[in-house]
Every structure is written in C-alpha cells, then in structure tokens.
C-alpha cells in the first residue's frame, strides 16, 4: 500500500508566524539584509559592471577584421569565465539563503558563504528536485491550471527539506513536501499574499525597500516550513512517509554537476561575447568603408 497523505498536525495563523518571523529579525536585521538581499544585490551590480567593461574593452580592442587573434580570443575566454561563475553563483544562491536563514532560526552562527558551500555540495539533488518538480508541475499544469497550482504548492517545501536534512533522498524530499503541506494549501497561498501590499509599497521606494522585504519574506517562509515540518518529539513525526532508500546522487556527482554547469555557463557567456564581438567589429567595417 502507498503512503496516504493527510493533515499531520496543526500550525499557528499566519499573523502567529509572521510574527515570530519578526522576532527572529529583532535585532538582527543587519545580518539578514546583508545575507539575502545586499549579496545578490552586489552580485547583480557587478555583473552589469563586467557586462560594460566587456563591451568597452571588445570596443577598444576590435580593429578590422581582427576580432579572433590568439590575443583577443583570451580576452574573450577571460570575460566569459567571469561570466560563467557569475552566473553560477546568481542560480545557486537562492537556494543558500534557505539553508542560511534555516540556521539563522536556530540562532546558529553560520556564515552565508558557509550555506553557499553546502548547497554545492548538494548542487546535484537541488537540480534533480528542480526539474523533477518542474515537469510535474508543468505536465499537470496542461491538463487543467488549478492542478499545477496545487502541485507547486505540494511540492513548495522541496528544497528547504532538503536543506534541513542533507542525507534526504530527492524522492523521500518530495514526498515529506507534499505530507507536510497537505492541509495547509490555503494557508500558504494566504501568506504570500500578507506581503503583496509592502510589495506594491516598495515599488514607490524605487525598490530600495525590497532590501529589507525579501528578509522579512523568506524567513517567514522558513517559519511557516518550520511549523509544517514535524519534530521527532511530536507524535506527529511519525506519521511522515518513511524513508526507504537514499538519493543515489552522492557529493562527488554534485560537483562533477558543479563543474559541467560552470562550463555550460562560460560557454554560453563566451558564444555572447563572441557574437557581440562580431557586431562590434562589423559596425568597424561599415564605418571604415563609408569613410
């Protein structure tokens, strides 16, 4: 017989767990901006900065047709490999915030680059679960709308029960997601809401404001998880489907992902910086033939 899903336990209303989300903020809010929102937000500036430094050394270094010389061609793989990691960090981190802000809950002294390098380390198992997740949601989504809905958010608390049990197989997360969810559906739904109206009021602080909204979001979100999530001192734990086998997914295959991401992630930022090596250099041409 298969694992019947039902309601596990009761959690707190939501204006319990935003306020104990609050709570966990009081007096820490410096760290928490500066983990969630102000990295990201400096990752971000610094690849719009490498992305005009690149035009403008293609810009100085095109003459002619002399865009693929040994010389410019290194240039090219340089700026792509900043890309490449660039883009590596920006797909991962959000999910080393969730491992971060788990442990900042539990007023553990875990520095963000430290969450980083455990999510590398679970790098292949994130993966796996994102598609996984991915194509249920979306084969559900064509039969009808509300069926996706409602898979995205069985399956919402994937990645933080992954995170807060690393020795979880992909599968064994999936279904701990959607038992833990089961029952609490609306109450999810009706949480995100509470922060539409501070959404729309930062966009009248021209975002600014988002640097301490996003804080205030994601550690309610590990709230409300934490509050779904049995503890093996309830007696509810024991009502979570049982684990039968381990993800076969071990840590050397997550950073042989690690590495083949990072070069799928270069090479695509090299093939851009190519083409708009090629654009540069054929505006050149123009304008020294019509000169």
């Known amino acids: 017989m298969g ?14 767990i935003t306020a104990e989300a609050r709570e966990a903020l009081r007096n820490r809010w410096a760290a928490a901006v500066g983990a969630v929102s102000m990295v990201p ?14 035009y403008a050394i293609l810009n100085s270094l095109i003459s002619g047709d002399d865009y693929l010389s040994p010389s410019f061609v290194c240039v090219l793989i340089l700026i792509a490999a900043a890309g490449g990691v660039i883009n590596l960090f920006q797909q991962t981190y959000g999910m080393a915030v969730i491992h971060w802000v788990l442990n900042f809950l539990d007023r553990k002294d875990v520095a963000i680059f430290q969450s980083f390098w455990t999510t590398l380390r679970l790098f292949g198992k994130l993966m796996l679960a994102g598609l996984l997740i991915t194509l249920i949601v979306f084969g559900k989504t064509l039969l009808l709308i509300v069926p996706g809905i409602l898979a995205a958010l069985d399956y919402s608390q994937t990645i933080p029960c992954l995170m807060d049990d690393p020795e979880l197989g992909v599968r064994e997360a999936l279904r701990r997601s959607r038992a833990i969810t089961h029952g609490h559906r609306w109450q999810a739904v009706r949480l995100g809401f509470r922060f539409l109206g501070w ?6 602080t021209l975002g600014i404001g988002l640097i301490w909204l996003w ?4 550690t309610s979100g590990m709230v409300f998880y934490r509050a779904c999530m049995p503890q093996p001192w309830e007696e509810s734990y024991e009502k979570l489907p049982p684990v039968k086998r381990q993800s076969c997914i071990t840590e050397k295959i997550s950073w042989a992902l690690v590495i083949l991401f990072l070069l799928l992630f270069i090479l695509g930022s090299f093939t851009d910086t190519k083409n708009t090596a090629r654009k540069i250099a054929a505006v050149y041409s123009v304008t020294e033939t019509a000169q």
């Open 3 to 16: 694992y019947r899903y039902e309601k596990l336990k009761d959690i707190p209303p939501n204006a319990a």
């Open 41 to 54: 937000a400096a990752v971000f500036v610094l690849s719009i900065l490498l992305g005009i430094g690149a």
């Open 199 to 204: 959404g729309i009021l930062c966009i009248f």
């Open 215 to 218: 804080p205030y979001v994601v």
